[in-house]
């Protein structure tokens, strides 16, 4: 974890949460604690309980090594702490793993409808977070189940899932739409909304001098809200979710272009929202930078000329910007985007893992 970005306060709760930090493994030595939580669905807290099991569960890749949350840490807000994660055979994946947050603003209404919401992944090939939840599970690299029949035969024999299913679902039956269903409703249910800027935004009292600094340098002089929309969980109002932010001039993972095959979208990735970025660390689709000072030289003499450099990034002449930050406009917005932490998705023991080791 990059500790250098983290206030006093966040830095402990961070430090015992990382020492902490376990991800125990269903074996005949543990039990699951699932204690009566409150997800807040009007339909029932059965079917994100069920999902939050099946997303800490190892079982669901193809040698039981690893689960969602091996590359989806709660302690790093459901980020992981690496720039690259390890799958199922310990090899690398090929993008930096992205937080879950905030999923819900994007398409979910309680009821179980998933979908017609944000941009999913780093190149915006899903949409729908029931479809997006089976991709690293049938993903080569990650958790390389590719029958997911198998994968459902699987679980329904093991002895938990038999209630948990019952519970959800009506019946003991377990496939693969239902496995897609239950871990869609628990993700969409990890909300970011507690932070202080979101409680600035309702009595205007809360930041402090240095943090209002920082607002005004994000929002005006350096105009960093034109693409970083804080002011929505989800951290976009308007389309346009994708940008090359000049990182390489020729870059080695295509982005966007991967998906498309359009030479436009050569070095196009999604923008990320910039929640709980103290947690989060590294940054950016490679996890090129371990601090947020790096991310911030970068846009203040690192911007390369790539061809499809987005344009709020070049000056009036047509070359990438030199924002030349000044120390003290970094520690200001450094100040500011703290603002954007939220304890609550680190520490909330119905996001926690559910197995416990006696």
């Known amino acids: 974890m990059n500790f ?49 099991v099946l997303f800490y569960d190892k079982q669901l890749s193809l040698n039981n090594s690893v689960s969602c949350a091996t590359c989806h840490k709660q302690v790093f807000a ?50 729908d977070v029931q479809t997006m939840v089976l991709e690293p599970i049938a993903n080569h690299i990650e958790m390389g189940v590719s029958d997911f029949d198998k994968l ?6 093991v002895p938990y899932y038999s209630d948990l299913f019952k519970d959800a679902f009506g019946t003991t039956e377990v496939t693969s739409q239902r496995i897609a269903q239950g871990l869609a ?52 109002i308007m389309a346009g979710t994708f940008a090359n932010i000049g990182l390489d001039e020729v870059y080695e993972d295509k982005g966007v272009a ?33 601090t947020l000072d790096e991310v911030i030289e970068h846009y203040s003499m690192g911007i390369e000329n790539n061809e499809n450099l987005d344009a709020r990034l070049r000056d009036a002449n047509g ?12 520690t200001a917005l450094i ?5 954007l932490d939220d304890v609550n998705v680190v520490t909330d023991p119905k996001f926690s893992n559910p197995f416990k080791t006696r």
């Open 185 to 236: 409703s628990f993700i969409t249910s990890i909300n970011s909304n507690q932070t202080t800027f979101d409680k600035s935004m309702v009595d205007g009292g809360v930041l402090t001098p240095l943090q209002q600094q920082g607002r005004a340098l994000f929002v005006n002089t350096y105009n960093c809200n034109a693409c970083h929309q804080v002011q929505s969980p989800t951290g976009y």
């Open 335 to 339: 100040a500011f985007l703290q603002t």
């Open 319 to 330: 070359a990438p910007r030199q924002f030349n930050i000044p120390k003290a406009d970094r």
């Open 152 to 157: 459902a035969d699987k679980l329904e024999k």
């Open 258 to 290: 991967a998906r498309t095959g359009k030479a436009e979208d050569v070095g196009k990735f999604k923008i990320p929202s910039l929640r709980n970025l103290s947690f989060t660390a590294p940054y950016m689709h490679d996890g090129r930078f371990g």
């Open 4 to 52: 250098k970005t983290l206030t006093p306060g966040i830095l402990a709760v961070a430090l015992l949460l990382q020492s902490c930090q376990d991800e125990a493994v269903p074996t005949k030595d543990a039990y699951l604690d699932l204690p009566a939580t409150p997800y807040r669905y009007t339909t029932g807290d059965q079917l994100p309980t069920l999902g939050r």
């Open 78 to 127: 459901f980020a992981d702490n690496v720039a690259f994660s390890h799958g199922f055979e310990n090899k690398v994946t090929l993008r930096n793993s992205m937080p879950i947050q905030n999923l819900a603003a994007g398409g979910f209404t309680d009821g179980g409808i998933f979908g017609g919401g944000i941009s999913l992944f780093w190149d915006g090939r899903q949409h």
